[in-house]
């Protein structure tokens, strides 16, 4: 595990845009942690913003949830999904729109990306006989990098950055610190900490780019979800791009074994992945 100087962390991160969490948010899931939730009340919450409800139903709707029949109102989608989902679900729509503001970086593009990530990280998760709560996924998968907007928010030259490390086929972590002492595991970590995600997601997104993180295995839930993270990452890569993300070539043996997948299976998967993408 990372430990963060919090003293020094909050001291860098004072100057970026971090979202504040909003006060909708806030009230859903203090209504979900009362000892008997009021789903009618809760649905209600969410009901009420039409863009919120409709982004919500257009994502449990897409095929990657394989749901049998369609859902078309949010009661209905929290009696079949369960609080914990629905609340991942409305954490992530709110985090997206919260980012705001002239970026250096297209951040619908970005947004593409990290939900396509999501996608395939519930799509592996309902493939594995692993069991990892969807939620967990999902909320990984759109959180993990989102301190690359913050950055992009912040520095003009961020881009520059970007196209630095994607032509040297290697992640970003390095060159960030180099020009900001700071990256965007980090601001990740601040992001996911200040909107209250559970533990375990904040330590992990910091940790998503430890080449050291799958060293010493221990069959945790932890190490199931950062394996799903690598292998939707290079799904999406390869999908989109056509080429290998940047930490597969070092994480590959360790997160198939992890996932309990061969070589064929994960590339039967990703040929599947193709179809519904």
């Known amino acids: 595990m990372i430990e963060l100087d919090k003293e020094k962390m909050s001291s860098v991160v004072a100057s970026f845009q971090v979202p504040v969490k909003p006060e909708i948010l806030s009230e859903i899931q203090s209504r979900m942690d009362e000892e008997y939730p009021n789903i009618d ?17 257009k994502i449990i709707n897409s095929p990657f949830y394989g749901m049998n029949r369609r859902i078309s109102e949010i009661k209905q989608a929290v009696m079949m999904l369960g609080l914990n989902t629905i609340n991942a679900l409305v954490t992530a729509v709110l985090l997206k729109s919260s980012f705001q503001g002239n970026a250096s970086i ?35 998968g759109l959180f993990h990098d989102c301190g690359i907007p913050l950055l992009a928010l912040k520095y003009n030259d961020y881009k520059s950055i970007l196209i630095e490390a994607n032509s040297q086929g290697v992640n970003s972590i390095a060159l960030e610190e180099k020009n900001y002492r700071t990256n965007h595991a980090v601001l990740g970590f601040y992001v996911a900490s200040s909107w209250h995600l559970p533990k375990e997601i904040c330590q992990l997104i910091l940790q998503h780019h430890d080449e050291n993180y799958l060293q010493q295995l221990d069959g945790s839930q932890e190490q199931l979800a950062f394996s799903a993270l690598k292998a939707a990452e290079n799904m999406v890569e390869r999908v989109k791009r056509f080429k290998l993300a940047p930490d597969w070539h070092y994480l590959q043996t360790d997160v198939l074994n992890i996932l309990g997948i061969s070589q064929e299976d994960y590339t039967d998967l990703e040929e599947d992945f193709n179809e519904i993408f």
Do not use: C
């Open 106 to 140: 297209s951040l619908e593009r970005f947004w593409d990306d990290a939900l396509d990530v999501a996608n395939a990280m519930t799509f592996i998760g309902s493939k594995i006989k692993a069991q990892i709560p969807i939620e967990m996924l999902y909320t990984i």
């Open 41 to 57: 009340e809760i649905a209600h919450l969410i009901s009420s913003d039409v863009g919120l409800s409709a982004a919500i139903l």
